[in-house]
C-alpha cells in the first residue's frame, strides 16, 4: 500500500504521510532542478581542466561524456519512476541489489558531491576576487567559500519551493552569460599586447594563443595520448551528473513516473548542447592549451578571456553568470546531499537523527545541517583539482551501481532496452579506470572505512535492542 501511495504521488486523499516530504515540484521545476546542479563548475572550471589533459579533443571528450551520461541518465530516470523516494541510488541499491551496495552508492555520492559543492565554493570567491581585481591570500578565498556555504545552508532550511524559485533566476543568469562568451569568443579578437595588459601576457606566449598568432591547432588526442583523452572523459562525465538530483529528490517530485524520465532526458539534451558550443567557442578563441594555462593560473578562465577580447563590461557580465551558476550548483547539492543522507538516517546506516524532517514535511533539517558541515569542511582544503578528480571517480563508481540496479528492473518496469544500462556500466566502470591512480586507491580505501563503520553501527543497534 505504501508503495503504491509513493508511485501515484501520494495518499488518496492528497495528503503526505507522516515522515515523509511532499510532492512539491512539476516537469518545469524539475528541468530547473537538473540544469542548476549541472551548470556551474563543470562549464566555468572542468573545461579547462579537461583540456589540459588531453588538448583540443577536449570537445570530443565533452561528446564521449554526453553519450556516456544519457545512458546512465536514462538507467536513474527509470528507476527512480519506478521507486520515487528521496536517496537515489541509495534507495535503489538498497531495493535492486543488496544493503551493501546501497549503502557504498550513498557512501559515494555524499564523498563525492560533497566534494564537487566545495569546488564550487572556492570557485565562487575566485570569480568573485579576480571580478574585484583583487590579489588576496588563499586564506579569503577560503573564508569567502565558508561564507557561501553557511548562507546558502540557511536557504536550503527554508524548504525546496523556496529553494527552486532561486534556483530559476540563477539558472536563466547563467545561460545569458554563456551566450555572451560564446559571441566574445568567435567574434571578438586580441593581440599579445591585450593578454599581456591583463597581466597574463606570460602566459599568453607560452601557449602560443591561436588568436594572436593566427595558427590552427590540431584535434588530434593521440597528440595528447589516448590516457589522457579517456581521463578527460572522465572528468567531463562529472559535469554533466546533476540530472542525478532529480532521481535524488523522487520523492518531492509530482506524478514521478511521467516528470522523471521527461525532466532528465530534457536536462541533458539541453547541457550537452551549451556544453559543446561553449568548450568550441573557447578552444576556437585561446586554443585548449591556452584554456587549460588559463584555468590554472587565474582561476575564472571564460571571465578573462571574455574581457580581453571584448572589453570589461563583458567580461563582468561572464563572471557574474559563473558566480550564479556555481551558487546553483552549491544550492541543488545541499538539497540532493541531504536528501541522500535522510534516506541513509532512515535505514540506520548513519546515526538515526538524519532521518527525521520538519514537522511540517518540507525540510529534513539535520540531514542539511549535516551535509554542511561535511562540505565546509572540504572548502578548508581548497585544492581544486584533486577535489574534482576525487569527484570523477567516486561518481562513476555511483553511476555504475545505478545502471547495475537498472538491470534488475522487471520488463513492466523497464521504459527503456536494457542495453541502455550495460552500455552505461561499461561506460562508467571503463573510465573510472583512467583516472590517476592515487585518486583511485583513495577512493577504495574510503569504501572500505566506510562499510567498517556501518558495521558497527549495525552492531551497535542490535546490541542496543538486546
Given amino acids: 500500500m505504501a508503495e503504491a501511495q509513493q508511485k501515484s504521488g501520494g495518499t488518496s486523499r492528497g495528503t503526505t504521510p507522516r515522515g515523509t ?46 553519450l556516456v551520461a544519457v545512458c546512465n541518465g536514462l538507467s536513474s530516470a527509470q528507476l527512480a519512476a ?16 543488496t ?30 576576487l579576480v571580478m ?10 577560503t573564508g569567502i567559500g565558508l561564507a557561501v556555504v553557511l548562507g546558502l545552508t540557511v536557504l536550503v532550511l527554508g524548504g525546496l519551493r523556496r529553494s527552486n524559485v532561486l534556483n530559476a533566476v540563477l539558472v536563466a543568469v547563467t545561460l545569458g552569460a554563456l551566450g555572451v562568451f560564446v559571441g566574445v569568443a568567435v567574434l571578438g579578437e586580441a593581440s599579445l599586447a591585450d593578454w599581456s595588459a591583463r597581466g597574463v601576457g606570460d602566459t599568453a606566449d607560452a601557449v602560443d594563443l591561436p588568436g594572436a598568432l593566427g595558427e590552427g591547432h590540431r584535434a588530434d588526442f593521440l597528440l595528447f595520448g589516448v590516457s589522457g583523452f ?47 558550443v561553449v568548450t568550441a567557442a573557447a578552444v576556437h578563441a585561446v586554443g585548449a592549451a591556452g584554456l587549460a594555462m588559463f584555468t590554472s593560473v587565474v582561476s575564472a578562465p571564460l571571465e578573462v578571456i571574455t574581457e580581453v577580447m571584448g572589453g570589461p563590461v563583458w567580461g563582468t557580465v561572464v563572471g557574474i553568470g559563473a558566480i550564479t551558476a556555481m551558487l546553483g550548483v552549491i544550492l541543488n547539492l545541499l538539497l540532493g546531499l541531504s536528501r541522500v543522507l535522510l534516506a541513509m538516517g532512515r535505514e540506520g546506516d548513519v546515526p538515526r537523527v538524519f532521518g527525521k524532517v520538519n514537522a511540517s514535511g518540507t525540510t529534513p533539517v539535520p540531514a542539511v545541517l549535516g551535509v554542511a ?17 576525487f569527484s570523477a571517480f567516486t561518481v562513476l563508481l555511483y553511476y555504475g551501481l545505478t545502471n547495475w540496479a537498472a538491470l534488475k528492473l522487471s520488463d513492466e518496469e523497464r521504459f527503456y532496452p536494457r542495453w541502455v544500462s550495460v552500455a552505461g556500466l561499461i561506460g562508467c566502470v571503463g573510465l ?22 556501518r558495521a558497527g553501527l549495525r552492531r551497535e543497534a542490535v546490541s542496543d535492542e538486546s
Fill in 99 to 128: 544493503p551493501e551496495l546501497g549503502f557504498t552508492a550513498g557512501w559515494l555520492f555524499l564523498a563525492a558531491k560533497s566534494a564537487s559543492a566545495a569546488t564550487a565554493a572556492l570557485a565562487v570567491a575566485g570569480y568573485g
Fill in 82 to 97: 519506478n521507486h520515487p523516494v528521496a536517496g537515489g541510488t541509495y534507495a535503489y541499491g538498497y531495493r535492486y541489489l
Fill in 373 to 389: 558541515v561535511i562540505i565546509a569542511g572540504l572548502v578548508l582544503i581548497g585544492d581544486v583539482k584533486t577535489t574534482w578528480s
Fill in 432 to 453: 573510472a579506470w583512467w583516472v590517476d591512480w592515487r585518486v583511485l586507491i583513495a577512493g577504495v580505501v574510503l569504501i572500505a572505512v566506510a562499510l567498517g563503520l
Fill in 230 to 276: 579517456f581521463e578527460a572523459c572522465a572528468l567531463m562525465f562529472v559535469a554533466y551528473t546533476g540530472y542525478g538530483r532529480v532521481a535524488t529528490l523522487g520523492e518531492e517530485i509530482a506524478e514521478p513516473r511521467k516528470n522523471i524520465p521527461r525532466a532528465v532526458i530534457a536536462t541533458l539534451v539541453v547541457t550537452a548542447v551549451v556544453y559543446l
Fill in 21 to 66: 516530504l511532499k510532492r512539491q515540484v512539476g516537469i518545469g521545476g524539475a528541468v530547473v532542478l537538473g540544469l542548476g546542479s549541472i551548470l556551474g563548475t563543470g562549464v566555468f572550471v572542468s573545461i579547462g581542466i579537461a583540456a589540459g589533459v588531453t588538448g583540443p579533443s577536449v570537445v570530443l571528450a565533452v561528446g564521449v561524456a554526453a
Fill in 132 to 141: 574585484l581585481g583583487m590579489d588576496v591570500g588563499p586564506w579569503v578565498q
